[in-house]
């Protein structure tokens, strides 16, 4: 019993989700990248995640660093 009510329970969600994605077909809207790409900001964005990337990357280097250090200081 458990596991019908866990497929029912997931069956339901499946097409919660599905229909819940569902838009109109006659309305036509803009699209958020399009309308951004039109002013400009879309490379501001591009650029944040850049940076955002970027500094997470050179902080995990560093912090690599750190590590190897200690366990080398350690094994000695």
Do not use: H, W
């Not at 866990?6 to 109109?24: E, G, H, K, W």
């Not at 902080?59 to 200081?73: A, F, W």
């Amino acid at each position: 019993m458990n596991k019908l009510k866990r497929a029912v329970l997931t069956l339901s969600l499946c097409i919660f989700t599905l229909l819940s994605f569902a838009q109109p077909m006659n309305m036509q809207q803009e699209e958020p990248t399009d309308f951004m790409r039109s002013n400009g900001k879309i490379y501001v964005v591009v650029a944040v995640i850049v940076v955002i990337v970027v500094g997470l990357f050179i902080y995990l280097v560093n912090l690599d660093r750190k590590i190897t250090k200690l366990e080398k200081n350690n094994n000695k």
